[in-house]
Each structure stands twice: as C-alpha cells, then as structure tokens.
C-alpha cells in the first residue's frame, strides 16, 4: 500500500478491501469513500505481547486502524513527512515519528542497549529519546514525521555516518549504533561548538537525518 506524497507534509494512502493501514491518532486529514477509523489495541501485528511491552516501555503512541475502501490524506503538527519503503528489512523509529505505516507490516519493540550497550543507554538520557525504539519488518511503506525535511545517508562497510543524536530520525538495515564524545580542551572551557555527543552509526544500511536539531 504505498504512499502517494502530496506535498512535504502530506500524504494519500489508497486503502482497499482486505487490507489494513494504522495511522497515528489525529492524523487524518481528509478521506473519500467508505473508510473507517478505529482504535487500535495492539498497535499492528505485534499483538497483546507487543502492545504491553511498548506500553511499559514508554513505545505506545496511540493509534487508529483504518480499513475500508477509498483514499486517506495524512499530516499532523505541520511536520515533514517522508516515506520509507521497506523489502524485507528492518526500520527502527521511535513511534512518536511514525505518521502511518502498512498493516502488513510486523512491529515490535526493540532495547537501545541491546545495540549499543552501554553508550545506547547514554544515549536516551542525553537526547531526551527513549532508551527503547519501535520496529517496523517486511513488505510496506511507512511514513514518518520530521523537522525541517529528511535526508537519506547510506551507511557502508567501513563508511561510518557520525550523526548529532537529535537531528537523528530512524535508521533500516544491518546498523549497530554507538554514541561516542567529542569533549576536548574547548568544549570544558565553554568555547566549543556543543556538539560534544555524536551518534556513529556502522555497518550496512540508511539513516535518516532531519534539517534540525528539535524534537517533536
């Protein structure tokens, strides 16, 4: 169920019989047909097990269920939208950013610090960002939120991609990430230019980077 970009921040979805598509809540914008919107308790094909695991770790933004037959248009708080086709692989996103995304896809959630170790968890407390991230698997689209527009950088064996932690919006693929410091004589005495953290990201995959440095 692709998505069709209507403009930097807006999207149309074609929804059809049989299918499903999971929208954040109060994101539509307008629709035509017979579609329907309903609440969603587990949140995807993650299930009861994957709903109370994103509730307890804080990955439980509220979503609808859509269903029907027609076209939705989506958008929310003016923010860029950009979509992410996925084949088989993995997006890692925080679930605040997703907009909507296929039905077809699996989500779960996953522990920063599984990746990361140690510096992941560092991570959540420097950036403000949960120490726990949503997943998306398998065949489907999904549309996620930015600031400013996004801007896809591949990330290659032996090509790390060193991104701020807060401009950072989502990565796919085989990426294991790490926050690594910059801290040297300038930034202890005040003069440096603040970018003390840096989120290094290796191994083969996309990452997502937003045109700003404010969270949503």
Same mark, same amino acid.
């Given at each position: 169920?692709? &998505?069709?970009?209507?403009?930097?921040?807006?999207?149309?979805?074609?929804?059809?019989?049989?299918?499903?598509?999971?929208?954040?809540?109060?994101?539509?914008?307008?629709?035509?047909?017979?579609?329907? &919107?309903?609440?969603?308790?587990?949140?995807?094909?993650?299930?009861?097990?994957?709903?109370?695991?994103?509730?307890?770790?804080?990955?439980?933004?509220?979503?609808?269920?859509?269903?029907?037959?027609?076209?939705?248009?989506?958008? *929310?708080?003016?923010?860029?939208?950009?979509?992410?086709?996925?084949?088989?692989?993995?997006?890692?996103?925080?679930?605040?950013?997703?907009?909507? &995304?296929?039905?077809?896809?699996?989500?779960?959630?996953?522990?920063?610090?599984?990746?990361?170790?140690?510096?992941?968890?560092?991570?959540?407390?420097?950036?403000?960002?949960?120490? &726990?991230?949503?997943?998306?698997?398998? *065949?489907?689209?999904?549309?996620?939120?930015? *600031?400013?527009?996004?801007?896809?950088?591949?990330?290659?064996?032996?090509?790390?991609? *060193?991104?701020?932690?807060?401009?950072?919006?989502?990565?796919?693929?085989?990426?294991?990430?790490?926050?690594?410091?910059?801290?040297?004589?300038?930034?202890?005495?005040?003069?440096?230019?603040?970018?003390?953290?840096?989120?290094?990201?290796?191994?083969?995959?996309?990452?997502?980077?937003?045109?700003?440095?404010?969270?949503?």
């Amino acid at each position: 169920m692709p &998505f069709n970009v209507l403009t930097s921040r807006m999207v149309e979805a074609r929804v059809m019989p049989g299918q499903t598509l999971f929208s954040q809540r109060g994101a539509m914008l307008a629709y035509r047909g017979d579609v329907h &919107f309903t609440p969603s308790i587990t949140g995807g094909q993650g299930g009861v097990r994957g709903m109370i695991g994103r509730r307890v770790t804080n990955e439980a933004t509220p979503l609808m269920t859509v269903e029907g037959q027609g076209t939705v248009m989506f958008g *929310h708080g003016g923010h860029h939208v950009h979509v992410v086709d996925l084949a088989g692989d993995t997006l890692y996103v925080e679930s605040d950013r997703l907009l909507a &995304f296929d039905g077809s896809l699996r989500q779960g959630t996953m522990f920063l610090g599984s990746q990361g170790g140690v510096m992941g968890m560092v991570r959540g407390q420097v950036t403000g960002q949960g120490l &726990f991230t949503t997943t998306l698997e398998g *065949h489907g689209s999904a549309a996620v939120m930015a *600031h400013g527009g996004v801007l896809e950088l591949p990330i290659g064996p032996g090509r790390p991609v *060193h991104v701020d932690p807060q401009a950072y919006v989502a990565h796919r693929g085989d990426v294991r990430n790490k926050l690594s410091t910059a801290i040297g004589w300038r930034e202890m005495v005040g003069r440096g230019s603040g970018e003390a953290f840096q989120l290094e990201l290796s191994g083969t995959g996309m990452v997502y980077v937003q045109a700003s440095e404010e969270k949503l």
